[in-house]
């Protein structure tokens, strides 16, 4: 937040406010968010560019914070009807998780979200579209993430971890990406909501127009839900910036102070 | 300490790898009659001429420790306070200030992490993914110009230009508390880097790197890092944080 703050001050002398290049414009120069997605030089959709969530929550009474999370930041599964399907443990263990107001939640011990809490984390991502490779740089500690389009299988027995191993291929204009190899303990939101080593999470990436990214998650983890869910996520374009380091460790306080 | 933390992950790291990406195939790479890669091959080069840097690469571990471990005793130019901080630091005094306890290396220590990093050139920006810390640098290549009054990151502002045959990066607005090296060589905020790719042949590369920080050395210091190329793996992920154990046992402020 604190780093938020200052960059508002200190904007005009860096790269916060600087143009893009190439990019579909309106005659008085601003960026034209509803212009058609640019192609690569193989004709798919170019993915490229800074991504911010789209927000979706109203702000308190007193006013919207510099964090301004979105609904699914709290509870990935807010859009589904019924909510998301729980097997009985899991949705015993967000019980819990919610009456120990979320202590054991990575996320506040500055730990990675992984890929489902990272589009909605009201921090930007830059995406990075390469032959055989699209990359994530996240604001959020500086971290990254690479989904290889080169056509390598995934992993059959994979060392688990928190971004899990991600291969995408095209279906016509939609990215599909595989991610398995996840950690037996992820949290999806604040509400605790689980991720276990058993699931796959299928991404299918389409940019609507210059402006819009619609991300389709697809969760498949019968250890932790009755039945595969998905949620449409909305990601929106930031033109003429860049990132910013943030480090959620730099001066982290909150730590000793949480509570149950 | 942070050797501590390195030869963990070196150790996690040999155990499981066998059935991951550790072990792909990198096309593309020159082989040897018997497919292994040749790593003497001359130095790729790209349409334009000028030589590619993509791939995994591997920073000689020792400038980590000592940044300045091929140069003479009395080649490093201190200014007095900076020295005096320098000796202050022996010996783990000051362990704790280093941001790198807390999982924040930054720059320049980035650069010499002895885990791989990977280099992606894209148009207009060069990407630098390092396995360890799970972190990046962008070096622009757009043909901007270095910010005039950065406010101060801990990886500075970086752009990218070839001279001849090597790429050179320019780095300012680097945040005053990193360390040059574990062995806790200071820098103030004037630090300017210069960093010069070379890439001697397919498999080696030198950076040089010019330590320009007139409040802290008296005059523009330089140290040759090898680097070497890790053909046919993969990344791994690397959270420092994770487990970091060391921070509550390093003694200083």
Redesign the interface.
């Known amino acids: 937040m604190a780093a938020a703050a200052?960059?508002a001050v200190?904007?005009q002398?860096?790269?916060v406010q600087?143009p893009t290049?190439g990019i579909p414009r309106t005659p008085d120069g601003k960026p034209n968010l509803s212009a058609p997605a640019l192609r690569t030089r193989d004709g798919k959709p170019d993915l490229s560019g800074i991504w911010d969530v789209l927000h979706n929550r109203p702000c308190p009474p007193e006013g919207c914070t510099d964090m301004w999370i979105p609904q699914e930041f709290l509870n990935i599964g807010w859009s589904l009807k019924g909510g998301l399907p729980y097997q009985p443990w899991a949705a015993a263990m967000v019980k819990q998780r919610m009456k120990e107001n979320r202590i054991g939640d990575p996320n506040s011990?500055?730990?990675?979200t992984g890929i489902v809490r990272m589009y909605t984390t009201p921090l930007y991502r830059k995406f990075?579209q390469?032959p055989g490779?699209l990359?994530i740089?996240n604001e959020r500690?500086?971290?990254?993430r690479?989904i290889?389009t080169?056509g390598?299988p995934l992993?059959?027995?994979?060392?688990p971890?928190?971004?899990g191993?991600s291969t995408g291929k095209w279906d016509g204009d939609t990215l599909v990406v595989q991610t398995s190899g996840f950690r037996d303990d992820l949290w999806l939101d604040a509400n605790g909501s689980p991720l276990t080593e058993s699931a796959k999470i299928t991404e299918r990436i389409r940019r609507v127009n210059f402006g819009k990214l619609e991300i389709e998650i697809t969760v498949d983890d019968p250890k932790a839900y009755t039945s595969p869910w998905t949620v449409k996520l909305t990601q929106l374009l930031k033109a003429d910036t860049?990132?910013?380091?943030y480090?959620c460790?730099?001066n982290e306080k909150d730590g000793p102070h949480l509570v149950k | 300490m942070l050797g501590r933390i390195i030869l963990a992950m070196v150790l996690l790291a040999a155990g499981p790898a066998s059935a991951q990406w550790f072990h792909i195939p990198t096309p593309g790479i020159p082989r040897t009659p018997d497919g292994k890669p040749n790593l003497t091959a001359p130095t790729p080069r790209g349409p334009d001429g000028k030589p590619l840097l993509n791939g995994i690469w591997q920073m000689n571990g020792k400038y980590l420790q000592n940044i300045a471990s091929d140069l003479k005793p009395g080649d490093v130019p201190y200014q007095p306070w900076a020295e005096q901080l320098f000796q202050a630091r022996q010996n783990g005094a000051l362990g704790r200030t280093d941001p790198a306890a807390r999982c924040i290396p930054g720059m320049p220590k980035l650069d010499a992490l002895p885990y791989p990093f990977k280099i992606i050139e894209t148009p207009g920006m060069v990407m630098m993914l390092f396995e360890g810390f799970t972190t990046f640098r962008q070096i622009f290549t757009d043909g901007r110009e270095l910010p005039k009054d950065p406010n101060p990151t801990w990886f500075g502002y970086s752009v990218g230009k070839w001279e001849g045959d090597d790429w050179v990066v320019n780095t300012i607005g680097i945040k005053e508390s990193t360390w040059l090296d574990n062995a806790g060589r200071p820098h103030s905020d004037a630090l300017h880097l210069t960093e010069r790719f070379h890439r001697r042949d397919f498999g080696h590369m030198d950076i040089l790197l010019t330590i320009d920080d007139p409040k802290a050395y008296t005059k523009p210091w330089t140290v040759k890092e090898d680097v070497r190329l890790i053909p046919d793996t993969e990344l791994l992920e690397y959270v420092c944080n994770e487990n970091n154990k060391d921070y509550d046992h390093l003694v200083g402020k």
Do not use: K
Request: net charge negative.
């Open positions: 200052m960059a200190n904007s002398a860096q790269w600087y290049a011990r500055c730990l990675p990075i390469t490779l990359v740089l500690e500086a971290t990254y690479q290889f080169d390598r992993p059959a027995d994979p060392q971890s928190w971004v191993y860049d990132l910013l380091d480090y460790i730099e």
